[in-house]
T-cell receptor, first 111, second 114 residues
Framework: SQQGEEDPQALSIQEGENATMNCSYK?????LQWYRQNSGRGLVHLIL?????REKHSGRLRVTLDTSKKSSSLLITASRAADTASYFC???????????FGKGTRLSVIA | EAGVAQSPRYKIIEKRQSVAFWCNPI?????LYWYQQILGQGPKLLIQ????????DSQLPKDRFSAERLKGVDSTLKIQPAKLEDSAVYLC????????????FGEGSRLTVL
């Protein structure tokens, strides 16, 4: 079963605007990860945030984690047409359990 | 560094036929995963290997799906007989060790069952 649930399902913005995607999950986690998938390609890891962290940055990406609300957000600043892709959050429980992915947010950045 | 290799990239078969997908993980990665991704959905884990042993195959439809990872390197996923609902992309991923780390994905094998 899928633990993470992204919101919105689809998002369309103009180039240069910021894009925010949210992820909610149900059970306690060890870490939460965000992946990008371009059409017809495999998933690419973007960022990992551990359960004891609240915010993390990587280039134009900013991820926050609120374990009390069981939610995370991914912010892409100054979006580009090349950011057009599906974005998935994935959660890992403690131990050797595998990542469980959400259904994803489809982001379209219009030039 | 070479990435995760998968083949074939595309396969079209009739229902009740069989198909096999191959995956070569990144060198040195002990953990290998097969995920199924149906159009418009997120990847769903089918099976996880640690070296050549199965860690989790709870969501693998064992009446028709099988997977092996001989010698703890390459892996093969087989479907026999295929059903219409097996149409999906089959993604292979690998990681260095612990399942909680970053996964590296291949480009996937797209299966169409007619």
């Amino acid at each position: 079963s899928q633990q993470g649930e992204e919101d919105p399902q689809a998002l369309s913005i103009q180039e240069g605007e910021n894009a925010t995607m949210n992820c909610s999950y149900k059970t306690s986690i060890n870490n939460l990860q965000w992946y990008r998938q371009n059409s017809g390609r495999g998933l690419v890891h973007l960022i990992l945030i551990r359960s004891n962290e609240r915010e993390k940055h990587s280039g134009r990406l900013r991820v926050t984690l609120d374990t009390s609300k069981k939610s995370s957000s991914l912010l892409i600043t100054a979006s580009r047409a090349a950011d057009t892709a599906s974005y998935f959050c994935a959660t890992s429980n403690s131990g050797n359990t595998p990542l469980v992915f959400g259904k994803g947010t489809r982001l379209s950045v219009i030039a | 560094e070479a990435g995760v290799a998968q083949s074939p990239r595309y396969k079209i078969i009739e229902k009740r036929q069989s198909v096999a997908f191959w995956c070569n993980p990144i060198s040195g990665h002990a953990t290998l995963y097969w995920y199924q991704q149906i159009l418009g959905q997120g990847p769903k884990l089918l099976i996880q290997f640690q070296n050549n042993g199965v860690v989790d195959d709870s969501q693998l439809p064992k009446d028709r799906f099988s997977a092996e990872r001989l010698k703890g390197v390459d892996s093969t996923l087989k479907i026999q007989p295929a059903k219409l609902e097996d149409s999906a992309v089959y993604l292979c991923a690998s990681s260095l060790g612990a399942a909680t780390g970053e996964l590296f994905f291949g480009e996937g094998s797209r299966l169409t069952v007619l």
